[in-house]
Structure formats: structure tokens, C-alpha cells
């Protein structure tokens, strides 16, 4: 078991990402509980993802900023070394080709950030995710 140095909380896996103190009720909270480096980056996304998406209500689910329209269309969140985009299989699938250069899974993609955030591709996903129906 490890135990976070922080608020005491233990758990499985060594460095765990949690929250130490009270979840996010707000985008705005989940960006400002971040470390303040990775301010600019969450903002672009933030930002990248409100304009393609602007019918999209913020909200927090999961404990991760999330676009919603009826339901969960995407999300994101910050993690030590990259910033995850979870946007579903379907769409991770439909997009594959042009996701080569960043590691997947089944629904999400890790944005390392040694990269530039690729923010035309952010919002086609956005965009094709609402388009097609395919919501996470």
C-alpha cells in the first residue's frame, strides 16, 4: 500500500493521481487544483473543446471536466506526464490513423506533454463525437 504524504489517503498503485482535498464541482476548480504549469494547457483544451462544442454544458463527471448535450459527449484530464482526452472507442477507432504518434486505449488518448497539443484534431474528435452520435 502507498500513502499519499499529502492527505494520508492510501492506496494500491505508488503515486496514485487522487484528489487530496474536495473534488471539483467546476472546470475552473479541476484546472486550479492542477499544478499551476499545466494552467495553460487545460485552458487550451478547455477552450479548443468550448468552441467546437458550443451547445456543450461544462460539468464535472468522474471527477474530469466533461462536455454533456443530453449526455456525456467527452472529457479530459491532466495526469504526471500527459493530458488524457476521453472521447470513446468508437471514436479512438474512427480516428486511429491520425492518432499513431500518441499512445491509446479503448476510449482515450494520452496527449504526452512533451508534444504539442494537437488542438485541430481535439476539435475534429469534439465535433465528430456530437456529429455522430458516438458519446463516451
Known amino acids: 500500500m ?15 493521481d487522487h ?35 458550443p451547445y456543450a454544458e461544462e460539468r464535472i463527471s468522474w471527477s474530469m471536466p466533461t462536455y454533456w448535450n443530453k449526455q456525456n459527449i467527452i472529457h479530459f484530464a ?16 474512427h480516428f486511429s490513423q491520425r492518432l499513431t504518434e500518441y499512445k491509446t486505449s479503448k476510449g482515450a488518448v494520452q496527449f504526452p506533454y512533451s508534444k504539442p497539443l494537437p488542438l485541430e484534431l481535439i476539435t475534429e474528435i469534439a465535433k465528430w463525437c456530437y456529429d455522430s452520435g458516438n458519446h463516451n
Open 19 to 53: 484528489y487530496c482535498s474536495e473534488k471539483p464541482k467546476t472546470i475552473d476548480d479541476y484546472i486550479s487544483m492542477q499544478s499551476e504549469e499545466l494552467w495553460p494547457l487545460l485552458n487550451q483544451i478547455r477552450d479548443t473543446i468550448r468552441e467546437a462544442l
Open 78 to 93: 491532466a495526469f504526471k506526464k500527459h493530458i488524457g482526452l476521453y472521447p470513446g472507442d468508437k471514436a479512438v477507432e
Open 2 to 16: 502507498w500513502k499519499c504524504d499529502k492527505c494520508g489517503k492510501e492506496f494500491k498503485n505508488t503515486n496514485q
